[in-house]
């Protein structure tokens, strides 16, 4: 009878950062969310949340390991990120850190993929077919701590407009037809709405009044 090897930390796909979303068909958009990457592995009845570096944070995200082992799987990996929306429903990068020390309900899992259910290693399929199964297995309740992360189909250059007058992060394009790569990959890119960038500070003028 042969052994089944337990699941665990699988290194994320990431994104390549590009200046502008790419053009053509072939391409879902999601919004980026400005949150802490994470992996939930189920198995058993039980969930573990893993960073995108591999360290376990299932006790700082109890709430969201709690619901997922809830889910109606034998065995899962999802891929998502971590956040905290403010009023508006986007991601606060400060609130997040500040409900990790003060209020852990706040904090959302988005999920994006699905890497394995029910035994079936997912990631050699396409990315459109792995989400398809991932909308089922989350259904559609708005009041639970795991959320799905909607796509958005057509003109990614209106869609990362709309995104910016909204002061969002930025977006992630994705191959609707790739397969999960672990590691830096040209299937996703990430568009940001704003520059980032180091320097120097050379002096402070004060106003004496």
């Known amino acids: 009878m042969s052994r089944v090897e337990p699941l665990g930390f699988i290194p ?3 994104p390549t950062l590009t ?3 790419p053009e053509g ?6 919004v980026k969310h400005d949150g802490y990457r994470t992996l939930l592995v189920i198995e058993r009845g039980k969930a573990r949340a893993y960073t995108r570096q591999g360290h ?3 006790e700082r995200y109890r ?6 082992a809830n889910l109606r799987c034998r065995t899962a990996i999802l891929d998502g990120e971590v956040i905290v929306q403010d009023e508006r429903g986007a991601s606060d990068f400060e609130a997040l850190q500040l409900a990790l020390r003060f209020w852990p309900g706040r904090l959302i899992f988005y999920a994006f993929d699905l890497l394995h259910l029910d035994g079936k290693d997912l990631r050699q399929r396409p990315l459109l077919e792995r989400r398809t199964k991932l909308k089922a297995l989350l259904g559609k309740d708005l009041a639970s701590p795991l959320q799905y992360s909607e796509e958005f189909v057509g003109d990614a250059g209106a869609f990362f407009t709309a995104c910016a007058k909204h002061e969002l992060e930025g977006i992630v394009s994705k191959l609707a ?4 790569r672990s590691g830096r990959s040209k299937a996703w890119l990430k568009t940001k709405c704003f520059a980032e960038g180091e320097f120097i500070l050379l002096g402070i003028d004060r106003d004496r009044k």
């Open 12 to 14: 994320p796909q990431l």
């Open 19 to 21: 200046d502008q979303p």
């Open 25 to 30: 068909e072939g391409w879902i958009h999601e």
């Open 56 to 58: 376990d944070w299932s």
């Open 63 to 68: 709430g969201i390991v709690e619901a997922a």
């Open 177 to 180: 037809n790739s397969r999960y």
